[in-house]
Structures are given as C-alpha cells and as structure tokens.
C-alpha cells in the first residue's frame, strides 16, 4: 500500500530528525495478516543497526503521538542492503567505484564500474576480464573498455554487485 505523500513527508522528517546524516530510501506499509510499515534508511557511510534503532524509536514515537494508523501495525527499520535496487541519486554517489549491474527500460543489461554520477546520468566502464598468472593478452584498440553513459531515465533497476 502506497503511504500519503503526507506520512512520508513526515517519515523523511523524522529520519533527519533522528538522524541528521541518514536519508530515507523508501518507506512503504505492507497490509496482510501482519501490517508492517517498512522503512529502509541509510546514510553516505552506511548505517549501523544502532542508528536503525535510534530512528525506529523516534519514528515510533511520533506514530504514537499522532495516531496515523487506524489499525495495528509492526514498525521495520533497517538499511536498504546491498543487493537492494538503487532508487536515489544519493545512493549512485555513495557507490562511485563499486560495480553495478544496470537493467534498461529496453531489456538491455550492462554491467560495470560506477565511474561518474552527473545530475541526469551515469557512466559504467567495464571491468576487465582477470586473466590467469603467468598469461599476458596482447591489447589492442578493440580490447579498450567502451564506457557507457546511462540516463536515469533509461534505468529500469540496479543494483551493486557483490
């Protein structure tokens, strides 16, 4: 279930609240036998559970306070992970120099190095195949790694890879 841009406003506020260097990557309420208001935060650094629970304490207590919910409902805090789609600009930079792998809107997959994160795009250079010790490749022109700029707006999911 999608949350009012009103709980999520404020959400985003409390995280900051709690949190001065954490952001909210998504918060979402999942209804089902067991209700639970999901909430996926994070900071440039990481985010350690300690700070998941400080601003699952201070979200808590605001939802007490203002009685959003008419129903009962389970609170998750915790980070986005690593194997959790990229969704915000803020996460792109946070992972300049990691590899990702980048679904397009037309099926394509490109997978590389996290080089540039601009405002509307970014780059991936490929990351070169490892050859085994004691075997040299002969370059050439054709063997220089082609980068790729990638719009956001093309970008159908991505995600680190490990």
Not at 16 to 37: D, S, T
Not at 127 to 135: E, N, R, Y
Request: proline share 4%; aromatic share 6%.
């Amino acid at each position: 279930m999608i949350l009012t841009e009103s709980i999520y406003q404020q959400i985003e506020q409390r995280v900051l609240e709690a949190n001065p260097h954490a952001f909210l990557v998504e918060a979402q309420l999942i209804r089902g036998k067991r209700n639970v208001l999901s909430v996926k935060v994070d900071t440039d650094r990481g985010i350690s559970l300690a700070e998941c629970a400080t601003i699952s304490r201070h979200i808590g207590k605001w939802l007490e306070e203002s009685d959003s919910f008419s129903f009962s409902y389970e609170l998750e805090v915790s980070s986005p992970g690593i194997g959790s789609p990229l969704v915000l600009h803020r996460q792109y930079l946070k992972n300049t120099g990691r590899k990702l792998q980048v679904l397009l809107e037309d099926g394509r997959l490109i997978e590389g190095k996290l080089t540039t994160v601009a405002d509307e795009s970014i780059v991936l250079t490929p990351v070169s195949p490892k050859t085994k010790p004691g075997k040299q490749k002969r370059k050439t022109d054709a063997d220089a790694p082609q980068t790729h700029t990638i719009f956001f707006k093309d970008i159908k999911r991505s995600k680190v890879i490990i």
